[in-house]
């Protein structure tokens, strides 16, 4: 886009100045961009020895310290910036998110953790978790019937018997672990982020 504006530009003096600068400022930013590393993603795979998976590890070390150090206040702070973020499914943005992408972007904004995508897949890793031993930021896993076989809905254990989850009815809210519709939905719990 700034390579057609730039090539379009009528010339005469001013214009080649502003060219000239345009084109000094992109490539500084395509220089500084060069250099950034996609954040790991937890994959529960034990690394193979490149370089990207041994970064991981000592990541997700410094990032299980956030969550030691700021506790479940952490969480329920950036928890309670989405409370009310409505329902869309395969949306991942304020104005519309499901289940998968309200759990994802609420563990990467409070421990800077990047999940996969959908709940099967995040169903996959971690400890699994019996329900007596859950602590905040835990994920709890359903099988909703409408929704076909296997795991189909996720949420974020907040304490108290309660998680955070994006409702399909009325969007991002807290509900109770144990009402009666969950409760007979329950498929099980992981912990992602380990001691």
């Not at 700034?2 to 500084?28: D, E, G, H, P, W």
Request: glycine share 12%; charged share 20%; hydrophobic share 35%.
């Amino acid at each position: 886009m700034l390579i057609y504006f730039l090539m379009n530009l009528r010339t005469n003096t001013t214009t080649k100045r502003i060219r000239r600068r345009l084109s000094v400022a992109a490539c500084l930013l395509l220089g500084a961009c060069a250099g950034i590393s996609p954040a790991p993603r937890y994959t529960g795979v034990a690394s193979t020895g490149s370089g990207q998976e041994e970064a991981v590890g000592p990541e997700l070390a410094t990032r299980q310290h956030a969550r030691l150090q700021g506790g479940d206040r952490r969480l329920m702070k950036v928890i309670d910036s989405y409370i009310g973020v409505p329902y869309l499914w395969g949306g991942t943005t304020r104005q519309g998110m499901d289940c998968s992408a309200l759990t994802r972007a609420v563990l990467r904004e409070a421990y800077g953790v990047e999940l996969p995508r959908t709940s099967r897949q995040m169903y996959q890793l971690g400890k699994p978790m019996d329900r007596q031993a859950l602590r905040a930021g835990d994920l709890v896993f359903f099988r909703i019937d409408d929704s076909g076989p296997g795991i189909s809905h996720v949420g974020i254990y907040v304490g108290d018997g309660r998680f955070a989850h994006a409702s399909s009815s009325r969007g991002a809210v807290i509900d109770p672990l144990g009402s009666s519709y969950f409760d007979k939905r329950y498929a099980g719990a992981r912990r992602i982020l380990l001691d």
